[in-house]
């Protein structure tokens, strides 16, 4: 965790940044009008470890569904900070944050006019300062806007840039409740990014916490290890001070991964790290683990950062995990140890042994079977190589989302998926019975014309 950050405090007992242990956080993917459902969401992810807890708020209607949610999580005796997530609607935002802990927004989506995006922020920022509400300024590779990426491009800067205007402004209003963000699904973006915002906070005179995440990791082993690379590698380097890890899965389990990211870098847990030796720029690593997840996590986090940096290129793994039944599995013998070899090779963007998955963790937009359709496009799409395919939850920001993908498959609602090549929309309105084979076959006719 970074001990030089502002201290933030969110609701009353949790604060974020100035040297406190890294939160573990989360995201609903309920319907947020599923009040029911989402307040136990929100209670199953508090009892696995989440310390606040983020729904999203598609407008104004929605702030009734809010002070409802919170109604039941406190009637069934827990006190959750909530996190309301707004993407362009600065009323949304203006309106729920009386009650809620703390809001996360992107004020450069406020409003094409950078002016009048500009007084919306403000006024939010007095109405969060008037009731204690914390804001994060949540910015994602994918979303920059027209005048940031004209700017500097759809970059690192770009993305540090973006985010210091909007914490410039709360510097000049005096308001420090602040976390910021900078997500990108590629985690080279992503950690640098990152660094360059921290050096210009620290530059400044303020250092608002980090909440650290890769975004659209995908999910399964990839998801994770993408999630362990990123993360892990700002925290090696002493920055972070809240983490989500996004996986396209139910978001209990995101928990186990995040919860060991929080431990290690709180040093509550150490490596199942045997011994290791490196020859020339490979390393030879032994390892001895309660369970194959936390093989996989020891090895993402010990070896992430340097691949990622280029100062090793491969990690040779050998010695043994417990598998479910508490028996010890070869982890080179079972063919592990050159499966979590490419797979790490993947995510630190040195390999690309399998197509390059984006896909977002679904929230309560997303408008079809997110995480099916997600394994149907990865079963049929898996003999392809050289190629990034972005599977969204939504059409209303999925394809502002998708970054540097090649290919969108991008939910509709009523069954129907839209196929995007990199942003243009190239078949809209397939039912999802046919979309996996109309992407597969879009893709293989634009790779043969190569
Ligand atoms: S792209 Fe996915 S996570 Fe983002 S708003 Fe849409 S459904 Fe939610």
Known sequence: MATD????????????????????????NTHTEDVKGTAEQCVRLFKGGARLVRITCPGRQNVKDFIAIRALIEEAGYDIPLVADIHFSAEAAI???????????????FHKDHGLARAKFATLVEVCKKYGTAIRIGINHGSLGQRITSLYGNTPVGMAEAAMEWLRLCKENDFYQVVVSLKASNTLVMTEAYRLLAAKMKEEGFYFPLHL????????????????????????????DTVRVSLTEEPENELEAASYLAGRYDGTLTSCLKASRTEEKTVYATYDCPSRSRLLYDVSCDFGRDLLLKKIDRV???????????????IASSGL??????????????????????????????????QESFEQVKSRTAHLKDVVIAVMGCIVNGPGEMADADWGYVGEGNHKVTIYKGKTPVASHIPDTEAPDILVSLIEQEQARR
Not at 95 to 109: F, L, M
Not at 316 to 330: C, E
């Open 213 to 240: 995440g890769v975004t659209e990791a995908g999910n399964g082993d990839s998801g994770r290890i993408k999630s362990c690379v990123g993360i892990s590698t700002l925290l090696e380097e002493g920055m972070g």
């Open 95 to 109: 309106e729920v944050a009386p009650y809620v802990e703390k809001v996360r927004i992107n004020p450069g989506n």
């Open 337 to 370: 140890a050159q499966y979590l070899e490419n797979e790490l090779l993947q995510a630190c963007r040195r390999k690309f042994y399998k197509p390059e998955y984006i896909a977002c963790p679904g929230c309560g937009r997303t408008m079809y079977n997110l």
């Open 5 to 28: 950050s502002i201290p933030v405090k969110i609701g009353k007992t949790l604060v974020i940044g100035g040297g406190n242990p890294i939160v573990v956080q989360s995201m609903c």
């Open 316 to 330: 040779i793994i050998d010695g043994v995990y417990a598998d479910d039944a508490g028996n010890p599995v070869d």
